[in-house]
Protein backbone atom coordinates (compact mmCIF):
# COMPACT_ATOMS: atom_id res chain seq x y z
CA UNK A 1 0.00 0.00 0.00
CA UNK A 2 1.42 3.50 -0.85
CA UNK A 3 0.41 6.21 1.56
CA UNK A 4 0.94 9.94 2.39
CA UNK A 5 2.23 12.61 -0.10
CA UNK A 6 5.65 13.88 -0.96
CA UNK A 7 6.57 17.42 -2.67
CA UNK A 8 9.18 16.73 -5.61
CA UNK A 9 10.75 19.02 -8.16
CA UNK A 10 10.24 18.31 -11.70
CA UNK A 11 13.58 18.60 -13.67
CA UNK A 12 14.28 20.42 -17.22
CA UNK A 13 13.96 17.31 -18.94
CA UNK A 14 10.85 16.55 -17.29
CA UNK A 15 11.59 13.97 -14.88
CA UNK A 16 10.73 13.04 -11.28
CA UNK A 17 12.32 10.85 -8.92
CA UNK A 18 9.99 8.43 -7.02
CA UNK A 19 10.00 9.23 -3.74
CA UNK A 20 12.98 6.88 -2.55
CA UNK A 21 10.65 4.96 -0.03
CA UNK A 22 8.79 3.42 -2.06
CA UNK A 23 11.50 2.36 -4.70
CA UNK A 24 12.52 -1.03 -2.73
CA UNK A 25 8.53 -1.90 -2.37
CA UNK A 26 8.42 -0.93 -6.24
CA UNK A 27 10.97 -3.54 -7.42
CA UNK A 28 9.95 -6.04 -5.47
CA UNK A 29 6.04 -6.02 -6.49
CA UNK A 30 6.90 -5.33 -10.14
CA UNK A 31 10.86 -4.72 -11.29
CA UNK A 32 10.02 -1.41 -11.34
CA UNK A 33 7.70 -1.54 -14.11
CA UNK A 34 5.48 0.92 -14.12
CA UNK A 35 2.62 2.58 -16.41
CA UNK A 36 1.37 6.16 -16.04
CA UNK A 37 -1.76 7.28 -17.15
CA UNK A 38 -3.93 10.54 -17.09
CA UNK A 39 -6.86 10.59 -14.62
CA UNK A 40 -10.15 11.86 -16.62
CA UNK A 41 -11.55 12.44 -13.73
CA UNK A 42 -9.37 14.90 -11.57
CA UNK A 43 -6.51 16.11 -14.15
CA UNK A 44 -3.92 14.24 -12.53
CA UNK A 45 -1.44 11.96 -13.47
CA UNK A 46 -1.59 7.81 -11.89
CA UNK A 47 1.40 5.86 -11.37
CA UNK A 48 0.63 2.14 -11.27
CA UNK A 49 2.87 -0.90 -10.98
CA UNK A 50 2.41 -2.56 -13.68
CA UNK A 51 -0.14 -5.47 -12.49
CA UNK A 52 -2.25 -2.87 -10.90
CA UNK A 53 -2.55 -1.11 -14.33
CA UNK A 54 -3.44 -4.56 -16.20
CA UNK A 55 -6.85 -5.40 -13.67
CA UNK A 56 -7.63 -1.66 -14.66
CA UNK A 57 -7.25 -1.61 -18.15
CA UNK A 58 -9.12 -5.24 -18.36
CA UNK A 59 -12.13 -3.70 -16.42
CA UNK A 60 -12.14 -0.69 -18.52
CA UNK A 61 -11.37 -2.53 -21.88
CA UNK A 62 -14.48 -4.97 -21.02
CA UNK A 63 -16.96 -1.73 -20.90
CA UNK A 64 -19.40 -1.00 -24.00
CA UNK A 65 -17.51 0.91 -26.72
CA UNK A 66 -20.05 2.86 -27.80
CA UNK A 67 -21.05 5.11 -25.16
CA UNK A 68 -19.09 8.22 -25.20
CA UNK A 69 -18.30 7.96 -21.78
CA UNK A 70 -16.68 4.61 -22.27
CA UNK A 71 -14.91 6.11 -25.12
CA UNK A 72 -13.53 9.05 -24.07
CA UNK A 73 -12.49 6.37 -20.87
CA UNK A 74 -10.43 4.19 -22.59
CA UNK A 75 -9.09 7.38 -24.78
CA UNK A 76 -7.60 8.73 -21.30
CA UNK A 77 -6.23 5.80 -19.33
CA UNK A 78 -5.70 3.59 -21.42
CA UNK A 79 -4.83 5.43 -25.08
CA UNK A 80 -2.87 7.86 -23.04
CA UNK A 81 -0.93 5.27 -20.92
CA UNK A 82 2.77 4.99 -21.42
CA UNK A 83 5.32 2.31 -20.14
CA UNK A 84 7.96 3.90 -17.35
CA UNK A 85 11.25 2.51 -15.33
CA UNK A 86 12.44 4.32 -12.91
CA UNK A 87 16.39 4.86 -14.37
CA UNK A 88 19.67 4.34 -11.85
CA UNK A 89 18.61 7.49 -9.78
CA UNK A 90 15.21 6.30 -9.45
CA UNK A 91 13.62 9.25 -11.61
CA UNK A 92 11.19 8.39 -13.93
CA UNK A 93 10.27 10.37 -17.17
CA UNK A 94 6.86 11.95 -17.44
CA UNK A 95 6.11 12.65 -21.13
CA UNK A 96 5.13 16.19 -22.17
CA UNK A 97 1.51 15.28 -23.20
CA UNK A 98 1.20 14.23 -19.60
CA UNK A 99 2.74 17.22 -17.96
CA UNK A 100 0.58 19.28 -20.11
CA UNK A 101 -2.26 17.60 -19.67
CA UNK A 102 -1.44 17.90 -15.04
CA UNK A 103 -0.35 20.99 -15.57
CA UNK A 104 3.13 20.18 -14.21
CA UNK A 105 6.13 22.75 -13.99
CA UNK A 106 8.29 22.94 -11.10
CA UNK A 107 6.34 21.53 -7.66
CA UNK A 108 5.21 17.78 -8.17
CA UNK A 109 3.10 16.06 -5.39
CA UNK A 110 3.16 11.75 -5.07
CA UNK A 111 0.09 11.12 -3.21
CA UNK A 112 0.10 7.51 -2.34
CA UNK A 113 -3.65 5.81 -3.36
CA UNK A 114 -2.88 2.57 -2.04
CA UNK A 115 -2.29 0.72 -4.95
CA UNK A 116 -1.27 3.00 -7.40
CA UNK A 117 0.25 6.86 -6.88
CA UNK A 118 -1.51 10.29 -7.95
CA UNK A 119 0.58 12.66 -9.52
CA UNK A 120 -0.60 16.30 -8.68
CA UNK A 121 0.76 19.58 -9.86
CA UNK A 122 1.71 21.15 -6.37
CA UNK A 123 -1.12 24.23 -6.67
CA UNK A 124 -3.87 21.83 -8.18
CA UNK A 125 -2.83 19.66 -4.96
CA UNK A 126 -3.18 22.46 -2.61
CA UNK A 127 -6.64 24.31 -4.19
CA UNK A 128 -7.66 20.07 -3.65
CA UNK A 129 -6.67 20.24 -0.24
CA UNK A 130 -8.22 24.11 0.59
CA UNK A 131 -11.81 22.35 -1.28
CA UNK A 132 -11.47 19.25 1.38
CA UNK A 133 -11.26 21.73 4.11
CA UNK A 134 -15.24 22.00 3.57
CA UNK A 135 -16.00 18.37 3.47
CA UNK A 136 -17.57 18.49 7.06
CA UNK A 137 -19.79 20.95 6.36
CA UNK A 138 -20.62 19.30 2.42
CA UNK A 139 -21.41 15.49 4.87
CA UNK A 140 -23.34 17.56 7.54
CA UNK A 141 -25.33 19.26 4.57
CA UNK A 142 -25.96 16.17 2.97
CA UNK A 143 -27.17 14.23 6.09
CA UNK A 144 -29.61 17.21 6.51
CA UNK A 145 -30.85 16.70 2.90
CA UNK A 146 -31.05 13.28 2.85
CA UNK A 147 -28.66 12.75 0.21
CA UNK A 148 -25.80 11.09 2.05
CA UNK A 149 -24.05 8.11 0.03
CA UNK A 150 -25.24 4.94 1.95
CA UNK A 151 -21.75 3.90 2.50
CA UNK A 152 -21.19 7.13 3.98
CA UNK A 153 -24.08 6.66 6.78
CA UNK A 154 -22.17 5.95 9.89
CA UNK A 155 -18.69 6.42 8.48
CA UNK A 156 -16.27 8.10 11.04
CA UNK A 157 -12.60 8.66 10.63
Not at 6 to 28: C, N
Not at 36 to 49: F, H, I
Not at 67 to 90: F, I, R, S, Y
Request: net charge neutral; charged share 20%.
Amino acid sequence: MFRGSTLLALDGKGRVSVPAKYRERLTAQCGGHLMLTMDPTNGCLLLYPYPEFEVLERQINALPGFNPMTQQLKLLVVGAAEEVEPDNAGRILIPPVHRKFARLEKGVMFVGQGGKFAIWSEEAWQARLDAAAQLPEQIAAAAREGSLPEELKGFTL
